[in-house]
């Protein structure tokens, strides 16, 4: 079924050459399904994060070919990178990397108002939804600097949610987090997975948190060992 | 490009360092203050300097001077009409000094659309009697109504009535230098001799001061009957007939035409007074110096601030890039920043210069050289007030540029990453 591969990564490698060079992803095959909760474990420094980023799209230097959507991301300018980013992919990073010059609500809407597909008024409706869904809409009109750590990074994936993207990735978004917030967090994915078929792939060190998902890839040395 | 979207997050940025912000924006407000303010000053005193000249100096003066023969008898001879011939012997013949046919010429002139106006005049050289001395002195014989439109005469006439020159026969304004000498009044009657000896006594209805001493001391006014009388001449007698035109750039070319078309003599006054508009170009030119460079190092204050302004909002720019915002966005963003900037300092700098202006404006200045200038003089040319908005612009413009590139090529992954 190749409708429901939403990503696909298609002989990927990538090398850094400064200062000698040294191979980090060798040959990188797999794609992930629609509705699919995909976790990516491996030690520190097996390329996993640099995977992530080049399934991204933010890392644009590497071999191989990257699929989102069926669509080839090789050859495309920066401007139509952004703009796959912005409509299909939703991310939630270790930090929440809020701007804290506008509000929770604002936040959330910032993605949404770029993407300009609903009114303004609309995308601060669904910026509410999206917060309500993760039960933090009490606090929409805070700054991020008010908020806690755990409430803040449940923002961050409000807005990654806010297009309705194809697929959320994760870098160690429980990272950061106490063992409390974590499961906080790792619910609203499983929820989002479970309830709205929502395509998740989440990098982690977090043992536990990945065997608690659908499907593990873990990597060494620049190769997935387990998929 | 959203440009709702950019204009938002742009001021929530400014904002944000608003304390920065704000030094900037006032490095910009003090620059243009400073240039229109010295520009309008420097070109005041330039234009009051100049008008010191010009108002007082015809554009085209047409007279007869005296000179020796141009045709001497060697360039009669046939064997050396090819030669270059420097035996001259033929001395100035008692030539007349007047201008003949001037009344045609007048004629011809007032139907020129050219000529702004004309004023014809008579300079008579005499002696002022002052007890048992003379004092050597030359009257300048005007056309009182003429000489005031178009070199404004009432301006410099101190004391007593301009127009009373022509209405008081046989009156004189003296010069204030000539009449202190003379210890004359206005009332007073005044005893002149003219060169052929004739004498005539003129009664003092005014003094005039140019603001040049040596000129006060020596000249003086009388309507152009009076001297004719003086000299014993007929009505039709003009020694000089001064030509105002309407473009003050055309009188080389038209000094040339004219002293060809009439037979005399025709003097422009950028011939005569060349050291005057190189004065005024070097000032100014000093001005827009002086002015442009405090722009520049206000250029580099706001360059500073955005720098870094980028580096502290390094997090920020990532987070948008991330999500979706492009390299263009976030260049269109610190542009936007950096062109706020100039253009809330250069609003404020433009009505600062309009107020530095206006109090120069009021800063008395007495100068007994200058008898109509009681305060600083401002040159209030809105030109100024553009050229300092489009420069406040133009330079914020170049301050954010590579700031704002930089931001634009902020590699996200190696911010977020770096953490």
Request: neutral net charge.
């Amino acid at each position: 079924m190749m409708e429901g591969k939403v990503l696909e990564a298609v002989q990927i490698s990538k090398s850094f050459h400064d200062p000698v060079t040294v191979q980090v992803l060798k040959d990188i095959n797999f794609a992930i399904n629609k509705g699919e909760f995909v976790s990516v474990i491996g030690k520190s420094g097996c390329g996993k994060s640099t995977l992530l980023y080049i399934l991204s799209t933010m890392d644009t230097d590497y071999d191989g070919e990257l699929l989102i959507d069926g669509v080839s991301m090789k050859g495309k300018k920066e401007s139509e990178l952004a703009r796959v980013r912005n409509e299909k992919i939703g991310f939630v990073f270790q930090f929440h990397y809020l701007l804290n010059e506008f509000s929770v609500l604002k936040n959330v809407m910032l993605p949404g108002l770029k993407l300009g597909k609903y009114s303004d008024k609309e995308v601060e409706h669904r910026a509410m939804e999206k917060l309500k869904l993760l039960g933090i809409d009490s606090e929409a009109r805070k700054t991020p600097n008010q908020l806690s750590g755990g409430q803040k990074q449940r923002v961050a994936i409000a807005r990654a949610l806010i297009n309705d993207p194809l697929i959320i990735m994760g870098d160690e978004p429980t990272g950061n987090l106490d063992k409390k917030n974590s499961d906080i967090v790792f619910g609203i994915f499983q929820q989002l997975a479970q309830e709205f078929g929502q395509s998740l792939l989440i990098v982690t060190h977090d043992n536990e948190f990945a065997a608690r998902t659908n499907r593990i890839i873990e990597m060494e040395d620049g190769k997935i060992i387990r998929m | 490009m959203k440009v709702g979207l950019i204009l938002n997050v742009s001021k929530a940025l400014l904002l944000a360092r608003w304390k920065q912000t704000l030094v900037a924006a006032i490095g910009v407000t003090f620059s243009i203050t400073m240039f229109i303010a010295l520009l309008s000053f420097m070109s005041g005193l330039n234009d009051m300097l100049d008008s010191l000249i010009i108002n007082r100096t015809p554009h085209i003066r047409l007279y007869n001077e005296i000179q020796p023969s141009k045709l001497q008898p060697i360039d009669k001879a046939l064997d050396y009409k090819n030669h270059y011939n420097f035996v001259r012997s033929v001395k100035p013949k008692n030539e007349q000094l007047e201008i003949r046919n001037s009344g045609a010429i007048m004629q011809a002139l007032r139907t020129d659309e050219r000529v702004l106006g004309i004023a014809p005049k008579i300079t008579a050289q005499v002696f002022y009697n002052v007890g048992a001395i003379d004092l050597t002195g030359v009257i300048n014989g005007i056309e009182v109504d003429a000489e005031n439109k178009l070199f404004i005469f009432s301006d410099y006439v101190v004391s007593g009535n301009y127009v009373d020159l022509k209405n008081t026969p046989n009156s004189i304004i003296l010069g204030i230098g000539a009449a202190d000498k003379m210890l004359a009044n206005i009332g007073d009657v005044i005893q002149v001799t003219t060169t052929k000896g004739d004498r005539m006594p003129l009664k003092v209805v005014g003094f005039f001061q140019s603001g040049l001493q040596d000129v006060d001391k020596v000249q003086s006014y009388a309507s152009i009957t009076t001297v004719q009388k003086l000299l014993g001449e007929s009505a039709g007698y003009v020694t000089d007939i001064q030509i105002k035109l309407t473009d003050i750039t055309q009188a080389p070319a038209l000094a040339k035409q004219f002293g060809k078309l009439f037979e005399v003599e025709a003097l422009d006054i950028q011939t005569a007074n060349s050291q005057f508009e190189t004065g005024s170009f070097v000032r100014t030119l000093i001005s827009y110096a002086v002015g442009i460079t405090l722009l520049i190092v206000a250029g580099f204050g706001i360059y500073n601030i955005l720098n870094m302004m980028i580096y502290d909002k390094m997090d920020s720019i990532a987070i948008l890039k991330a999500t979706g915002f492009s390299g263009n966005d976030v260049n269109a963003i610190f542009i936007v920043i950096a062109l706020s900037i100039g253009l809330f300092g250069g609003t404020l700098g433009i009505l600062g210069g309009l107020a530095a202006s206006a109090i120069i404006d009021q800063v008395p200045f007495v100068t007994a050289a200058l008898p109509t200038i009681k305060t600083y003089p401002i040159n209030y040319n809105p030109n100024f007030y553009i050229i300092g908005g489009i420069f406040s612009i133009i330079t914020t413009y170049m301050a954010g540029y590579f700031p704002s590139r930089k931001a634009s090529k902020i590699d996200p992954v190696i911010t977020i990453r770096g953490k």
